[in-house]
């Protein structure tokens, strides 16, 4: 299962420099700062294939690609997916423009216009009379449903999206699945997602509707490191170098060309899953046993095999699996082979903890979220690995769906959706 | 309900002020933050006595801007924004207390404009034109207020409307109550749906006939004892009756009590005095009502019939919006064009949910697209008819002729 822990992006061979997934506070403010300076460098926007990742960071929103699939997520995320009931075509671009509009607004910040002085306000004041500049994050993805015969995009579908496949070990309940847009926010406090979401399903009332939400949660590093996920243990250890633009361009961003559509350049699929976690019968196993079953030490976050959570496991010297199991979720998430380094993911997790079972369990889990370049060869490849692995018996895949997160908008005349729209035209 | 002040002009007397000498003014302090440079200028003040309102005040340029106003005198004002001809308003502060300071913003366009300050003695006291320079602007949202003669002949087409709704109503009613009597509880139920739809299509949203509301139409929820509660009347407790098929004796109770209280109505309504401001509260609160009541199923008591109820306030609503519509007319035609058109296509959305035999789709068997399509085509109402009250509003100095 993808859904916990550092698995699914355990870091291969190919990228073991500037591993985001490391960061410590200290070094995510680092991180921001390179990559500030780095757009003050780029100035211009490099062609695809070729650029330093993050390349337009001048400004806060504008860029080749959504810039929170290279972030690191904040404390406070929301997962929202939408269904659109635009009537037409022209209402469907509209909504495109209105959503970009207001994230550009709620990314950017400022005072917000007045409506007039007989006219509700035109924000909901949650962050005071001024929008802060810059704290909030957002991606938009459109789902494989989108692509049907309501606005004239099915002959622009991305090759490899559609529904989110159900595999063996998932209990989806379908009212919590799947949808025509997908919502991520991000931000240090929910108060800013909040405002956001409340913001942008203001100004969208007619165009779509909330399908399903949930909100996630990253705990700072318990002492140091990787946050920890509810089971625990440290989650997304190694994740591609979104500083490689090699690592990018290979694993993440779509690149032009067969079988992709030419509007898809520059975006990325986008996997959401919601994973309960039953908790309570995890924190009833003994500890060597759960660290059997993940591959790392629970306290460390070291591989079984190391000592430091960087550490990389050394598969080859232990065929058998005696130290870690062939079954452990990181071996299978990625085996560290030549032949299974196409299949990485770029993982982005979030806690979620939202109320109790009616059995009086809590409800928790994990809010997993990975971006790739092709759906198929990449989460689904890792997911079938898992299947039937021991820690299915602790975790269980509820919700979620697959979408499509466009290219980023580059400039005011741009929106989200724009190159699908134009070129279904 | 709407938390808009009613009470913008109140004399608003401190004791120690009561005997001392009263100066009357107002001071206004122009700081210019310009939204799209961000720069300040030196903030200006103006102090005016009881006999000016912000005279010398320097006019900002053109564009979003917020004006801090310091009321430095002993009564309550009202400071308003005012086009040269008196009329639109760009920008208000209701209500401000003595010492009190507030921010008055506005979206100015390229032009001559003066301030007005209204006591609470109702004397309105204007500042000179001062002309404001700059770029124009596309996004200023005058409105002109709405005035006693205007409104009044409206309140009364309302008020014979509802009338003759209540009319039908009781007859109604009346029949249920005999239909009931005489155990004909097949066509009771249909009767019920009738009169029930009556009640409905009046948009009786919060207050609209006092009390009777919640003995006409109440739910069982806050009662006590709930669903058992003796204190429970009206159409839901009928329908709760009819449907869960309780004794012949009960649901006859009942029946007779609606009836009654209807009839009781009639009678009352003629008395009643209708606030000139509930025509345009009702035009949203009808249907913010429904999203919450009917949308969610809470109200439903076994009949199923929510979106028969909806259909029914969606008609409340278009009577509510015909009658208010020569206000918006001149002022608003482009959104009094969109309110009727999104009425319509939500009526229109509704009717598709009533089948051949006139039963309607209960709300517990729409699937996920059907409901969002309800709930985004009336949320999308909702959203443009949010100004509407405000558009429309009466201040209480002008709420009688």
């Known amino acids: ?42 100035g211009v926007t490099p062609a695809l294939g070729s650029s330093p990742v993050q390349a337009d960071q001048s400004h806060p929103f504008h860029g080749q690609h959504q810039r929170i699939v290279t972030s690191l997520p904040s404390h406070a995320g929301l997962f929202v997916s939408f269904d659109v009931i635009a009537p037409t075509r022209a209402d469907m671009v509209e909504l495109l423009r209105t959503l970009t509009d207001r994230i550009r607004i709620l990314v950017t910040g400022g005072i ?58 998932d209990n989806l309940d379908p009212s919590q699945c799947q949808g025509d847009l997908s919502l991520v926010l991000y931000a240090a406090e929910s108060d800013t997602v909040i405002h956001a979401l409340r913001d942008i399903t203001k100004y969208t009332r007619g165009m779509m509707q909330p399908r399903w939400r949930i909100d996630g949660f990253v705990s700072p590093p318990r002492p140091t490191g990787v946050p920890r996920n509810l089971l625990g243990f440290n989650d997304g250890i190694a994740n591609p170098s979104v500083n490689s633009a090699t690592a990018m361009n290979d694993l993440v961003w779509v690149q032009p060309g067969h079988p992709e559509p030419a509007w898809t350049a520059g975006g990325t699929y986008q996997v959401i899953r919601i994973i309960r976690m039953l908790v309570e019968f995890w924190d009833r196993v003994s500890l060597s046993e759960q660290e059997l079953m993940i591959g790392r030490k629970r306290d460390s976050g070291a591989p079984l095999d190391g000592k430091l959570q960087s550490d990389i ?17 990181i071996r299978l998430a990625n085996p560290r082979t030549p032949q299974t380094e196409p299949s990485r993911i770029l993982r982005r997790a979030s806690n979620y903890d939202r109320g109790i079972d009616v059995n009086g369990n809590l409800d928790q889990g994990l809010v997993f979220t990975c971006y790739q370049q092709d759906l198929e060869r990449q989460f689904e490849r890792v997911q079938t690995r898992l299947i039937g692995e021991p820690l299915v018996d602790y975790i269980s895949p509820i919700g979620g769906g697959y979408f499509f997160v466009v290219p980023g908008v580059t400039s005011t005349s741009d929106y989200f959706g724009r190159s699908l729209v134009e070129s279904t035209a | 309900m709407r938390a808009k002040t009613q009470h913008s002009a109140q004399t ?78 760009y920008g208000e502060i209701e209500a401000m207390a003595p010492g009190a300071t507030r921010t008055l913003t506005a979206v100015i366009p390229p032009g001559r404009f003066r301030l007005g300050c209204t006591y609470s003695e109702n004397a309105t006291v204007y500042s000179p034109l001062v002309t404001v320079s700059g770029a124009a602007v596309h996004d200023a949202h005058p409105y002109q207020q709405v005035t006693y003669s205007q409104i009044a002949p409206l309140v009364t087409r309302y008020r014979a409307d509802v009338s003759a709704g209540l009319a039908v109503l009781a007859t109604d009613t009346d029949r249920l109550r005999v239909l009931i009597d005489t155990g004909q509880l097949v066509q009771a139920k249909q009767a019920w749906l009738v009169a029930h739809l009556d009640y409905a299509r009046l948009g009786a949203a919060y207050d609209t006939f006092g009390d009777f ?14 669903v058992d509660d003796p204190g429970w009347t009206g159409f839901l407790r009928l329908e709760y009756a009819l ?50 009541f009917e949308l969610t199923g809470e109200t439903d008591q076994g009949s199923h019939t929510g979106l028969a109820t909806a259909a029914a306030n969606v008609q409340g609503t278009e009577m509510i919006l015909g009658v208010i519509a020569p206000l918006l007319e001149k002022g608003e035609p482009t959104l009094l064009a969109k309110l009727k058109f999104e009425l319509s296509q939500l009526a229109q959305l509704l009717k598709t949910y009533q089948l051949p ?43 009688s002729p």
């Open chain 2, 243 to 292: 449907w869960q098929n309780q004794p012949a004796a009960t649901v006859a109770s009942v029946a007779d009590q609606l009836d009654t209280y209807v009839h009781q109505l009639v009678l009352a309504f003629a008395e009643q005095t209708t606030p000139l401001n509930d025509l345009s509260l009702r035009a949203h609160e009808i249907l913010e009502n429904t999203l919450q």
């Open chain 1, 1 to 42: 299962m993808t859904s916990n822990d550092e698995l699914a992006n355990d870091s291969g061979p190919i990228s073991t420099e500037a591993d985001d997934g490391l960061a410590t506070s200290i070094s995510r403010r680092g991180f921001l700062r390179a990559g500030a300076a780095a757009a003050a460098a780029a």
């Open chain 2, 213 to 226: 509301n919640d003995e006409i139409d109440g739910r069982p929820n806050g009662l006590p004892q709930g």
């Open chain 2, 12 to 89: 608003f007397l401190i004791g120690a002020i009561a005997v001392a000498v009263v100066v009357t003014g107002v001071v206004v302090t122009i700081a210019l933050m310009d939204r799209a440079t961000s720069t300040t200028r030196v903030p200006t003040s103006v102090t005016v006595n009881d006999e000016s309102c912000g005279e010398g005040w320097l006019p900002p340029h053109s564009g979003q801007r917020e004006i801090p106003v310091t009321n430095a005198g002993n009564s309550v004002v009202d400071v308003t924004l005012l086009g040269s001809n008196n009329l639109l308003i």
């Open chain 2, 357 to 399: 035999d006139g039963t309607w789709t209960p709300v517990q068997s729409l699937t996920q697209t059907q409901r969002e399509q309800l709930d985004g085509a009336i949320g999308n109402y909702l959203e443009t008819v949010s100004p509407v009250p405000d558009l429309l509003e009466i201040p209480p100095e002008a709420s």
């Open chain 1, 313 to 329: 496991p050394n598969y080859a010297a232990d065929p058998e699996g005696v130290i870690i199991p062939t079954t452990a979720h």
């Open chain 1, 112 to 169: 917000p216009p007045f409506a007039g002085p007989a006219a509700p306000t035109s924000d909901n004041g949650i962050l005071g009379p001024v929008i802060p500049h810059h704290q909030l994050s957002a991606a938009v993805g459109v789902g494989s449903s989108l692509f049907d015969s309501r606005y004239g995009f099915a002959a622009a579908k991305p090759a490899v999206l559609k529904l989110m496949a159900s595999f063996p070990d």
